[in-house]
């Protein structure tokens, strides 16, 4: 009955039987594995040498934004869909906070938060040529809303859902608007014009970024953005 | 698409396109829905005049479109599928008329008669498949339209009678499509050809062949109710009359013996299936259901049921025919086709006005019943007596010709059982007779209805049964007229023998 | 190369006992740590397989946002279940605000 | 495969198959949850490990990519699922899969 | 604008993919632009089909890389017939969602009809990526995709038991993706490339390839749904909207059932000679007996047409032995393919039958559907339709396939196979008669509760549902060009590939 403290910690019958078999996918699984003879040298070689035509230095934003672009266009459509999945599922926000007492919470955020637009930004433009790029720069975006709401600094109410629908969208509208236009331009979805592939990526990037950003504070909103009468 | 190659399939749509049309009619609009019907069924009697016509002058018409890769849809035109062809447009016409008597402001006619088009379509397909996929196609089409005719009446009993109906059809359709694709497996796409499509038995195929000839047999005998197969047929009793006569005489339990018929003839070839020695299995199985059948119609007591148990003993005349082997054996079993359902119909339009216009349902209460409706019961008299065989009626000829099929195919015991089934014919239905004409009435009729006009029941319920009874004295009176039953029947089995 | 290995040794294996431990603690509060715990050590584990970038996402994504989510849902369900217990009608789904009839 | 990758490899394993037996074994829906989580981290840690070639070469920059791609789509999952998680709670008082009863 | 079929391959996944975030943005103009989508989409993939049996399969290299680097979307006869069927029956249920999800002043409705255009564009964006997608890794991103939209809108309805049903379906469907992907590791652990010709151009049987074999089978049959692993299904499929019922049986268990087929074609033959597809086959034969007893028992007619679904998608699942014996030789996946096409329509049809019904009567318990005949003539009228097509009686799409199926199993000698889809159709009679039997029943003229609360049909409804009824006879006929297309260039490693 205490719901969400505890399981029923106990080994029962049907646990051990999961947990044996389990044990033996995991063993049948980690044997195969290790004779696996990695013949990975082919792909990762292309990959690399192919790296000076793709725009960017950084060779996983290359392969993220450039090689396998269109992976990442369905990703950003997944986290759109994600989003209208949950404001479907639930027709107020979850989130369940109380006031903080002390406003030095809220006075720290308030600090913080222009930082970390800038490390964002900072994040986006760094992933062409060291580790970073936009889900990283989205990542730090999402968890600077994330501490606005829950330093309780600002809350989510109705009229921001219309702002934060265009939020959501621009990445995805941006990728394959991108692509169409590339598409018509080139012939092939989504293929930068050789030179200029930098800029087209950077363009996407930066749309999918705030995007990214925007979607993974509505998840954590986990609702249309309306609050529930006296839930916070 | 040239008029040969068109011929076929609107033969098939002369019913299907007024069937479809009139689903969608309202219930009231009864002149809409006669035109149709009556124009449709028109139209096929004159399309298969043209086509006797053509056939006797050797053209061939053939409807064929690709189906699946190395098989087509086939409707062609031969000398046997214009036999059931005419048969059924006919009694079709015939029937039309009888229902829309008979179901007058009774209530979803618009499905009645949709269904009642779709019904003849299929016959029709049945007909003139040109292959065991049409063929296979249009059977079970037909079991699929049958339905909502038999549980017409929408009681428990009706669904009751509907369910039986089709857990049988269906198992059997089951047999039929395992016969059809094993067929197509072993001997590749083939089709009916006069004669039969097999020309000689592969070495190893015989043990197969015979297993297959048995599943179309099975599959065959659960719609003509070869016992122990019959066990629907009494039970889908429970639709309206003019089902009841349409199920009997044209569509379902003809479109099994039809099967047999061309299954034996056209797939198999007669001398195939007697190389098989599958012949005389069914020879066994068939009269052992002539008898069967004409024993349990003497208990019973409704007379459609009688009349039920009536029909699964004479069908099994038309795969007995088949069975003989030997031309005469077959004439006489390809002309019951057309004897049985012209006079079986007869029956049941009999039976069906006693109903309507008497509420007579039982052969007990018809004591008299020839005084008040004498020409009704003038109509059942010679569909009964030719159901004996008695000459000169229709079913005097099939019996002959069985008969001496038999002494032709050797099988002397055959007259023997066609001798007790006659005996067994004449004892269920001469009392019905005895009870019709020389019985005084016994009180009141149990539901009078008063058509009014001038004759004993509405002018509908009457010229249909009349009609048939006639064509039931004149098939047999005019039989070997040159445009005859027999000279046409006579084409078709020298065909068949390769004679 | 031994010294490395080793570190491998004791990381991998820091990180399957905290994984079995989140999934098993009694308390849901502290799998939850555990698990955000966990995603640290992955990406720590990431960044020692040279792959700078997956780390970084783990490191905010799996575990930090991840574990964001999974801590306010474990809130709202215990102020549902407070609810639940002080009163039995579950919160007002059907009644719209006046907002949303706006909007429709 | 280099020892520490296969090290790594083996743990995705574990990891996998860990997070298989909390999905069957617990009924909270918000540890089965956790556990999907911590199967997509096994998979995720048996790519890494397969991209990596030992200290002295590069790694493969495709499994990373991949990995990547796959972290966003588990959190995506996760809030997806804690939405409906916590709508059953609302809804039915418990956050579990309880058997339905004919409504 | 270049006439070449692989330009616009991406535009079949972009169409409906902008249709979604339009939707989303618009809400107020979400109908327009979605049908304004799927009519072109409709009529793109219509097109291309043909083209692609006129000039054989096309190939796009996304980005300008081709694989192994980036990633190729093809369209060839198997995954054409499948974008085909997906065109028709998306279009139907587009017209249908319209009359169906009409809000009226209802704010709960008004909330479900706004958000169930983007997700079903959203949908309609992930089956078309799937099908046309040639990478592994590629594939499962889209199989989330469909996962995520399918569950969205399942939960749609917003009952309890849907959220739970929603919730089943969520877990099973993230952790056969996760199988999945641990399947392409080891793939990529053993061939270090991720495009389905190269790998199966360098497929060989080995450990790993067997790891991996059974890691994706396994999640996709979890998708797919295929007995024992339907638990999830009956629930979800009859607790969402009809029109989402519609869309969850008729093609989303295809996605994950054509990856299947696809890579055990392709990357997975050198397993052919392995048990695996004779297990595969015997678990369709549980699925047939199963989902057909379950059928049977099942109080409303929601349920009843889902628990058909499981038992149908066992008959997708009886021929892989036939199948993977000799890949030369099409029969046995044209026979499959013709049931899916066949099934996917009739369950539609049956489905969006069912959905009218409930709209008319608020009602789908069988004992509520007596006289259903003189009530809603059309709509039982198609659910007649679609449940012969289910058993297979001729003249219907379900025939041609079991015709199919049974040539294939007796040219094979497979004679317990030929004994199973026999036996399927007549079980499947069994639980469609409970339906049609009391259809036919007499209603009492006046008074009667029962009649007095039949309503009208909208057009939108009657209209699609009639429309794939019909349908699902017609391809009876059509057979031919069905096989046709099916032949453009499958599997690829044979025909033509890189």
């Known amino acids: 009955m205490p719901d969400f403290y505890d399981d029923d910690a106990r080994l029962t019958r049907p646990r051990i039987v999961a947990l044996a078999l389990s044990a033996a996918l995991v063993a049948l699984l980690s044997l195969i594995i290790l004779t696996a003879p990695g013949d990975l040298e082919r792909l990762n070689l292309v990959a690399r040498e192919r790296l000076t035509e793709s725009g960017v230095a950084n060779p996983v934003t290359a392969v993220l934004l450039n090689f396998r672009g269109y992976d990442t266009l369905l990703e950003v459509a997944v986290l759109l869909l994600a989003v209208i999945g949950i404001w479907s599922m639930a027709r107020y926000a979850r989130v369940w906070i109380k006031v903080p007492d002390t406003p030095v919470l809220a006075a720290f955020v308030r600090l913080v938060l222009p930082l970390m637009v800038l490390v964002s930004g900072y994040l986006l433009w760094l992933g062409a040529d060291a580790p970073g790029g936009a889900f990283q720069g989205g990542a730090v975006l999402g968890g600077m809303g994330i501490l606005w709401i829950a330093a309780a600094v600002w809350l989510p109410d109705f009229q921001f859902q219309r702002f934060a629908r265009v939020m959501l969208v621009l990445g995805l509208i941006a990728f394959v608007g991108a692509s169409t236009l590339l598409l018509a331009l080139e012939g092939s979805f989504m293929e930068y014009p050789a030179g200029e592939a930098k800029n087209w990526i950077l363009v996407i990037e930066s749309a999918a970024m705030i995007s990214i950003g925007m979607t993974l504070m509505m998840l954590f909103v986990g609702g249309i953005p309306r609050l529930n009468e006296g839930t916070v | 698409m040239t008029w040969e190659n068109s011929l076929p399939l609107l033969i098939v749509l002369t019913s299907l396109v007024p069937g479809v049309v009139i689903f969608f009619l309202k219930e009231s609009t009864v002149g809409v829905r006669t035109t149709l019907n009556m124009f449709g069924a028109v139209a096929k009697l004159v399309l298969i005049a043209v086509m006797i016509n053509g056939l006797l002058n050797e053209t061939t018409y053939e409807t064929r479109l690709p189906f699946l890769p190395g098989i087509d849809f086939v409707l062609r035109a031969d000398t046997l599928s214009i036999l059931f062809c005419i048969l059924s447009a006919v009694l079709w016409l015939v029937t039309t008329i009888y229902a829309i008597g008979y179901l007058e402001h009774s209530p979803n006619r618009s499905r009645f008669f949709g269904f009642f088009s779709l019904c003849v379509s299929s016959t029709m397909g049945i007909a003139l498949a040109g292959n065991l996929m049409t063929f296979l196609i249009f059977y079970e089409l037909l079991t699929i339209c049958t339905y909502p005719l038999v549980v017409h009446k929408g009681d428990e009993k009706a669904l009751r009678g509907g369910r039986t109906y089709l857990i049988y059809t269906l198992v059997g359709g089951g047999a039929l499509l395992l016969a059809v694709i094993w067929m197509y497996a072993i001997a590749g796409p083939i089709e009916f050809r006069d004669g039969g499509a097999i020309d000689a038995i592969v070495e190893g195929a015989r043990g197969p062949l015979t297993v297959i000839y048995f599943l179309f047999i099975a599959a065959f005998g659960v719609k003509s109710a070869i016992v122990p197969l019959h066990g629907w047929l009494p039970r889908a009793m429970v639709a309206p009359a003019p089902v009841s006569a349409l199920l009997h005489a044209v569509a379902v339990v003809k479109a099994g013996a039809f099967g047999i018929v061309r299954v034996t003839y056209d797939l198999f070839g007669i001398d195939v299936a007697n190389d098989l020695g599958v012949l005389t299995p069914l020879m066994i199985a068939t009269s052992l259901t002539i008898i069967v059948g004409s024993v349990l119609a003497i208990f019973q007591d409704d007379i459609k049921k009688r009349l039920a148990y009536s029909t699964v003993s004479q069908v099994s005349y038309i795969a007995l025919g088949v069975a003989l082997f030997g031309p005469l054996g077959s004439i006489g079993g390809i002309m019951h086709l057309v004897h049985q359902g012209v006079m079986k119909i007869t029956l049941f339009f009999g039976a069906g006005s006693f109903d309507e216009t008497l509420g007579v349902t039982k052969i007990s209460q018809m004591d008299g019943i020839g005084r008040r409706m004498p020409l009704t019961m003038a109509a059942f008299t010679v569909g009964a007596l030719g159901m004996i065989g008695v000459p000169p009626t229709a079913g005097f000829i099939t019996k002959w010709f069985l008969g001496t099929g038999a002494i032709e195919a050797n099988s002397h015991w055959v007259i023997g059982v066609l001798i007790l089934s006659s005996l067994l014919n004449a004892g269920y239905f001469l009392p019905i007779l005895y009870r019709a004409w020389f019985k005084p009435q016994k009180g009141d009729w149990p539901s009078e209805h008063d058509f009014g006009g001038r004759f004993e029941t509405f002018w509908m319920l009457l010229l249909p049964p009349v009609v048939t009874g006639v064509f039931s004295i004149l098939l047999g009176l005019f039989a070997n007229l040159p445009v005859g039953l027999l000279y046409w029947v006579r084409l078709i089995v020298l065909r068949e023998y390769e004679l | ?104 | ?103 | ?498």
């Open chain 4, 1 to 103: 495969m280099n020892d520490s990758a296969a090290l790594y490899a083996v743990a995705g394993v574990i990891l996998f198959g860990m997070g298989i037996y909390a999905l069957v074994a617990y009924p909270h829906l918000l540890r089965k949850i956790l556990g999907m989580n911590v199967m997509g981290i096994g998979v995720f840690a048996v790519f890494v490990a397969l991209a990596y070639r030992g200290p002295d070469q590069p790694p493969d920059p495709v499994p990373h990519a991949l990995v990547i791609t796959g972290i966003v789509v588990a959190v995506c999952a996760t809030g997806l699922g804690l939405t409906l998680a916590t709508r059953l709670k609302a809804l039915t008082g418990v956050a579990q899969l309880t058997p339905d009863q004919e409504d």
């Open chain 3, 1 to 104: 190369m031994n010294l490395i290995l080793t570190v491998d040794v004791i990381l991998v294996v820091i990180m399957l006992v905290t994984a079995w431990l989140a999934l098993t603690a009694r308390d849901l509060q502290r799998a939850v740590i555990l698990f955000i715990a966990l995603g640290l050590l992955v990406s720590l584990a990431w960044v020692r397989l040279q792959a700078p970038d997956v780390a970084m996402a783990e490191a905010a994504v799996g575990a930090g946002l991840t574990g964001a989510l999974l801590i306010s849902t474990l809130n709202s369900m215990r102020e549902l279940q407070k609810k639940k217990t002080s009163e039995v009608t579950p919160p007002a789904d059907a009644s719209p605000t006046p907002q949303e009839a706006n909007h429709a």
């Open chain 5, 1 to 498: 604008m270049p006439q070449d079929l692989a330009f616009w391959l991406p535009v079949v996944i972009a169409v409906p993919l902008m249709a979604a975030v339009l939707a989303f943005l618009l809400p107020r103009a979400a109908f327009p632009i979605s049908l304004g989508a799927a009519l072109i989409t409709s009529g793109l993939v219509c097109w291309a089909a043909l083209a692609a049996v006129n000039a054989g399969p096309a190939t796009h290299t996304v980005g300008g890389w081709s694989a192994p680097l980036g990633i190729d979307l093809v369209l060839d006869g198997l995954s054409g017939l499948l974008l085909v069927l997906t065109a028709i029956i998306g279009l139907a249920i587009t017209v249908y969602a319209h009359g169906y999800f009409q809000p009226g002043d209802d704010l709960v409705k008004q909330h479900q009809y706004n958000f169930f255009w983007p997700l079903w564009m959203f949908l309609w964006a992930s089956l078309n990526a799937l099908f046309l997608s040639a990478d592994v890794f590629n594939l499962y991103v889209t199989l989330e995709l469909l996962g995520f939209s399918a569950v969205a809108l399942t939960a749609l309805a917003g009952k309890p038991t849907v959220l739970k049903a929603a919730m089943r379906y969520l877990m099973v469907s993230l952790s056969g993706s996760l199988f999945y992907l641990m399947g392409v590791v080891f793939l990529y652990a053993q061939f270090g490339t991720l495009d389905i010709r190269l790998l199966s151009a360098a497929s060989a049987e080995t450990p790993t390839l067997l790891a991996s074999a059974a890691l994706i089978t396994t999640g996709l049959i979890m998708k797919s749904a295929l007995f024992p692993l339907h638990f999830w299904l009956p629930p979800a499929h009859a607790n969402a909207a009809a029109p989402v019922s519609a869309l969850l049986s008729a093609l989303v268990v295809k996605g994950s059932l054509y990856i299947v087929l696809r890579l055990w074609l392709e990357v997975f033959y050198p397993l052919a000679d392995t048990v695996a597809p004779q297990v595969l086959s015997v678990l369709g034969v549980g699925a047939v007996l199963w989902g057909s007893l379950q059928a049977m028992q099942q109080p409303r007619l929601k349920l009843l047409i889902a628990y058909s679904t499981v038992a149908q998608l066992g008959y997708m699942f009886l021929l892989m032995p036939i199948l993977l014996k000799n890949r030369d030789d099409s029969t046995a996946l044209a026979a499959t393919m013709s049931f899916v096409f066949a099934h996917a329509v009739a369950k539609a049809a049956a489905f969006l039958s069912a959905g009218s019904i409930l709209h008319a009567l608020k009602d789908d318990r069988l004992t509520a559907l007596s006289g259903l005949m003189k009530k809603m003539p059309v709509t039982t009228a198609a659910f007649a339709m679609a449940g012969i097509s289910l058993i297979a009686l001729p003249p219907s799409a379900g025939f041609l396939a079991k015709y199919q199926m049974l040539q294939s199993a007796l040219t094979n000698g497979y004679w317990g196979l030929v004994f199973v889809v026999i036996g399927g159709g007549l079980l499947a009679a069994v639980y469609i008669m409970r339906v049609l039997g009391p259809a036919f029943k007499k209603v009492e003229p006046y008074g009667a509760e029962s009649t007095s609360k039949a309503v009208h049909v909208p057009l939108v409804m009657s209209i699609p549902t009639l429309a794939l009824a019909l349908l699902a006879i017609v391809i009876s006929f059509m057979g031919v060009y069905l096989l046709e297309l099916l032949a453009v260039g499958t599997p690829w490693v044979l025909k033509g590939g890189l």
